[in-house]
């Protein structure tokens, strides 16, 4: 599971850093308050992917994907491209989950003596 939802967090962190450029053409947004929240959005997806083994990573990863898209309020491309990455969070949890299973299915199977 580790791998897939670090590459999808990896895949957002460059979406976020692209956003922000987008949204630094908005008159309305100061320049710093738009790298702030992108700096703090893009650090937060590399740090997750240390932690998503971990209690409660998989949820502040959800978290994520619901902040990616409501900044589609900003930035309306991003209702679709935080859509697209929520629809990509939740194979990488799925099916992730689906192969440490059949992993452990495999290493267990390979311990017993009989299996040889």
């Known amino acids: 599971m580790r791998t897939l939802c670090a590459s999808t967090?990896?895949?957002e962190f460059f979406i976020v850093g692209f956003a922000g450029l987008v949204a630094m053409k908005?008159?309305?947004l100061s320049t710093g308050t738009v790298w702030?929240?992108?700096g703090i959005?893009?650090?937060l997806c590399v740090a997750l992917c240390g932690v998503i083994t971990r209690p409660g990573g998989v949820t502040l990863?959800?978290?994520l994907q619901i902040a990616l898209v409501a900044s589609g309020f900003f930035v309306p491309a991003m209702f679709f491209l935080g859509a697209v990455f929520a629809v990509l969070w939740?194979?990488?949890v799925?099916?992730?989950r689906k192969v440490d299973e059949a992993k452990?299915?495999?290493a267990a199977q390979a311990d017993r003596p009989d299996a040889a």
Do not use: K, Q
């Open 26 to 28: 908005d008159p309305d």
């Open 41 to 43: 959005a893009m650090f």
């Open 9 to 11: 967090l990896i895949g």
């Open 94 to 96: 799925h099916f992730g």
């Open 90 to 92: 939740w194979a990488s």
């Open 104 to 106: 452990a299915r495999f």
């Open 61 to 63: 990863g959800w978290v």
């Open 36 to 38: 702030t929240v992108c």
